[in-house]
């Protein structure tokens, strides 16, 4: 079963809702859910162990700033991002 993410703004990727035993049509996967989006290395998307597929341009929605709640451990502080 593959599973299918897009590089949005860096250092962010953006996970689809979706899985697939074979490749999609770009034009089908850009239309599925959106599961998370989360800071990922630069090193994961360029190492080749993620395969490119393709390339499309962000819609609106994927180019929205996304906020992240950060907890401390050793505090008990939270941080907005």
Same mark, same amino acid.
């Given at each position: 079963?593959?599973?299918?993410?897009?590089?949005?703004?860096?250092?962010?990727?953006?996970?689809?809702?979706?899985?697939?035993?074979? &490749?999609?049509?770009?034009? =089908?996967?850009?239309?599925?859910?959106?599961?998370?989006?989360?800071?990922?290395? /630069? @090193?994961? $998307?360029?190492?080749?162990?993620?395969?490119?597929?393709?390339?499309?341009? &962000?819609?609106?929605?994927? =180019?929205?700033?996304?906020?992240?709640?950060?907890?401390?451990?050793?505090?008990? /502080? @939270?941080? $907005?991002?």
């Amino acid at each position: 079963m593959l599973a299918f993410g897009r590089v949005l703004t860096d250092p962010l990727v953006a996970f689809y809702d979706f899985t697939s035993p074979k &490749l999609p049509r770009l034009e =089908e996967l850009a239309k599925m859910p959106i599961a998370f989006r989360i800071w990922v290395s /630069n @090193y994961a $998307i360029c190492d080749g162990d993620w395969p490119i597929i393709g390339h499309a341009p &962000l819609t609106p929605d994927l =180019e929205q700033p996304v906020r992240f709640l950060n907890k401390i451990l050793l505090r008990e /502080n @939270y941080h $907005i991002r």
